[in-house]
């Protein structure tokens, strides 16, 4: 061990995303930011789903998915585990957006768009 890692600790090298930790069930999502408050919004209080692409770090994820429920929203990024998973949910809801969903994967600037909106 070196002076710097006896003093700082080991550095994490995982990749930012990575520190991110999706908990997925049958009825919500959670999600574990590493510097922020945990997030779980239940399936079925999903009001929203948007997609949203910032250049805020370039050393972070651009792409993020956000789950807006009834009384609290929660944001994945794209590299962390889970993204996959809850894509994979919403993405089949019916009226589900997926050119929105590829306009903004294909855009280089800071944008979010509405994917799916529950219907009144």
Not at 25 to 50: G, L, M, Q, S
Not at 80 to 109: L, R
Request: hydrophobic share 35%.
């Amino acid at each position: 061990m070196n002076f710097l890692e006896k003093i700082f600790g080991k550095a994490d090298k995982r990749n930012p995303e990575e520190l991110f930790q999706v908990t997925i069930t049958d009825d919500f999502v959670t999600v574990e930011h590493p510097k922020a408050k945990t997030k779980t919004v239940k399936w079925t209080d999903i009001e929203e789903v948007r997609v949203i692409n910032t250049d805020d770090d370039p050393d972070f994820t651009e792409v993020w998915i956000e789950l807006v429920g009834k009384n609290d929203r929660c944001s994945i990024p794209q590299g962390a585990e889970g993204y996959n998973e809850v894509f994979e949910v919403v993405s089949g809801y019916d009226g589900f957006d997926a050119m929105n969903y590829i306009k903004v994967m294909g855009s280089a600037d800071n944008e979010e768009r509405v994917l799916w909106r529950r219907p009144q």
